[in-house]
């Protein structure tokens, strides 16, 4: 199989229960939800990705023909860092449109905990550490446990009443970018505090300032 990356790098992660972790993020080129071109947007499942995931021309991104080749790429990442503590995050666009069992077993080989953030749309291949649900729009979700499902908020076709009921160690709330934001985030408030199964996540490396 070739594997198709937008890019890699090295940074914190800035949401959910990981918040803070220094992590390489693998991000894949591609997704089911919708084609990343602003033509196509207003007909995409997800209409509010502000995410590039179209094409292999990122910083370290490229085509890799095997899995040994993509995490060897990934571990270059870590190559300075101390050895201990090595974490990937597999992101998209929707990696488990690529993301297999081969290739989580290479970033096991090199000693890597593997995250896997997803919209749910797609079946998880096992060995994976940490698994992320973040539903968008009407798409249908399979993927019904995990370790946290983290809800972009407020959307009217996706409310979190549809997903109490799943099998997640972690319910997250974050608020949605944009023009509304502030007042997205003060909805966030609101809903937390009358339904306390959720938690606010906040982006914090947009916050802070970094990738």
Request: hydrophobic share 40%.
């Amino acid at each position: 199989m070739t594997y198709s990356v937008k890019e890699i790098f090295y940074s914190l992660q800035g949401e959910g229960a990981q918040a803070g972790r220094a992590s390489v993020f693998l991000r894949f080129a591609g997704c089911n939800l919708w084609s990343g071109l602003e033509i196509d947007r207003s007909e995409a499942v997800c209409k509010f990705c502000d995410t590039d995931f179209v094409g292999t021309d990122g910083a370290g991104g490229g085509k890799f023909k095997t899995a040994e080749a993509l995490a060897e790429a990934v571990d270059g990442f870590w190559s300075s860092i101390a050895p201990e503590n090595k974490y990937v995050i597999c992101t998209g666009g929707e990696p488990l449109l690529q993301l297999d069992v081969p290739l989580i077993q290479a970033f096991k080989a090199r000693g890597f905990e593997v995250a896997i953030e997803t919209n749910g749309t797609k079946r998880v291949p096992e060995g994976g550490d940490w698994v992320c649900v973040s539903p968008k729009g009407t798409s249908q979700i399979i993927v019904t446990q995990g370790n946290e499902l983290k809800l972009v908020y407020p959307q009217l076709d996706c409310l979190p009443e549809q997903f109490e009921q799943m099998s997640f160690d972690h319910f997250f709330l974050q608020p949605m970018d944009g023009p509304e934001a502030l007042d997205n985030v003060q909805k966030v408030i609101t809903y937390c505090l009358a339904h306390p199964k959720w938690r606010m996540s906040l982006q914090t490396h947009k916050i802070v300032g970094i990738a």
